[in-house]
Each structure stands twice: as structure tokens, then as C-alpha cells.
């Protein structure tokens, strides 16, 4: 069974900071695909960003990119120039036949 | 627009009543998905749909019900053996394989009063 991790409830960052969210995942699978999802306080469901497991580089949208360390099985979120916006429960998740969630980073950015 | 609606918003259920959490998609997408949402336990797999006429339990599939009778539509019943059902329920679509990622609806909140 595969299984997602995010250790740090909450975070907090001052706008045009940098932050980083961590996520640590188990599966037995090669072939899968990480994800980060941003849920703000409307709680619709947003794709950041998203990671081939077979692909070494690591995944850049914008601000937001990835540290992906395979061997470890670790997937980090970093955010960088951080803005108001930015508020929201972000969520990391794992799919190798279905997509499974860790339980969230609650990041709130500070003026 | 292509989209997933979620509908009702909101709903409140008697205890020992059934109902039926509404889930549509225009995306033509073949899977599926029904998560529960409750604080601190991010989302967790309820049931999922990977084509017509066919779907499997998630983690957490104890009190509910599903059916798949057209690609469009993944109703969600929320049955009186639900123990506590008040939680936020999404509902999500995607294209088979899992390199895809997920869309979401909007989401019920379902309150047992």
C-alpha cells in the first residue's frame, strides 16, 4: 500500500519569502506521479504541480517548484516570492493506480 | 466550459436517513473519484470508477454506495450505516493512467443533524 506523509501541520512565511513544505511517500511501485495541490479557503482543489518519478529533473511552475529525492522518497514544495495569495492547505499526493493524499501543510503568508 | 459539478452545496441529513451527494462531469473523462475530507486527515478514498458499469472500494468505503450507469455521473449515497457522516465531500474526475492529475469539484458539506 502506498502511503503519503507531510509532518509539518503548519507553516508560515512573510510575503516575498521563501518557504519550503515537506513530503516523504512509500510505495513499491516504479511508474508513478507525484502531485502538490493547493486548497485555498474557497476549498476547490488546485493543481500546482506535478513529478514523473523516471524523470531526475525536478518539476518548476513559475514560483513553485519541486526537490525530488527518489531514493529517499521525499517530494518538497518550495515557494518561492511568496504572496498573500498563497494562503491556503496544500496537500502532496501520490498515484500509482489511484491518487492518495497526505494530510496537509496548512501555509499561511504574513504581509 | 468543461467542468465537474458538485451538487448540493450543502445538505443536512436526519440521522438514519439516506442520501445521495450528486457528482457530474463534461470533461468526457473515463475515471472517477469520491473523497472525505475531514480536519487534520486530508482527503481519503471513498470509492473510484475507472469505467461504466464498474467501480471499487477506496479506503474508507464502510456506509456508502456508488453507481456508474453513464460516464458523466458518479452519484454518491451516503447510507444510514455511516457512522459519522458529517465531513466535506469532494468528487473528482481524470483521464485513465495515473500521470494524470485529478479535477475536483467544488464539493458537498454534508451536516447530520
Known amino acids: 500500500a502506498q502511503t503519503v506523509t507531510q509532518s509539518q501541520p503548519e507553516m508560515s512565511v512573510q510575503e516575498a519569502e521563501t518557504v519550503t513544505l515537506s513530503c516523504t511517500y512509500d510505495?513499491?511501485?516504479?511508474?508513478?506521479?507525484l502531485f502538490w495541490y493547493k486548497q485555498p479557503p474557497s476549498r476547490q482543489m488546485i493543481l500546482v504541480i506535478r513529478?514523473?518519478?523516471?524523470?531526475?529533473q525536478n518539476a518548476t511552475e513559475n514560483r513553485f517548484s519541486v526537490n525530488f529525492q527518489k531514493a529517499a522518497k521525499s517530494f518538497s514544495l518550495k515557494i518561492s516570492d511568496s504572496q498573500l495569495g498563497d494562503t491556503a492547505m496544500y496537500f502532496c499526493?501520490?498515484?500509482?493506480?489511484?491518487?492518495?493524499f497526505g494530510t496537509g501543510t496548512r501555509l499561511q503568508v504574513f504581509p | 466550459d468543461g467542468g465537474i459539478t458538485q451538487s448540493p452545496k450543502y445538505l443536512f441529513r436526519k440521522e438514519g436517513q439516506n442520501v445521495t451527494l450528486s457528482c457530474e462531469q463534461n470533461?468526457?473523462?473515463?475515471?472517477m473519484y469520491w473523497y472525505r475530507q475531514d480536519p487534520g486527515q486530508g482527503l481519503r478514498l471513498i470509492y473510484y470508477?475507472?469505467?461504466?458499469?464498474?467501480?471499487q472500494k477506496g479506503d474508507i468505503a464502510e456506509g456508502y454506495s456508488v453507481s456508474r450507469e453513464k460516464k458523466e455521473s458518479f452519484p454518491l449515497t451516503v447510507t444510514s450505516a455511516q457512522k459519522n457522516p458529517t465531513a466535506f465531500y469532494l468528487c473528482?474526475?481524470?483521464?485513465?493512467?495515473?500521470?494524470?492529475?485529478?479535477?475536483f469539484g467544488s464539493g458537498t458539506r454534508l451536516t447530520v443533524v
Open positions: 513529478q514523473e518519478a523516471y524523470k531526475q
Open positions: 470508477s475507472q469505467i461504466v458499469n464498474d467501480f
Open positions: 510505495t513499491s511501485e516504479n511508474n508513478y506521479y
Open positions: 473528482a474526475s481524470s483521464r485513465q493512467g495515473n500521470s494524470h492529475g485529478y479535477t
Open positions: 499526493a501520490a498515484n500509482t493506480d489511484k491518487l492518495i
Open positions: 470533461l468526457n473523462h473515463d475515471a
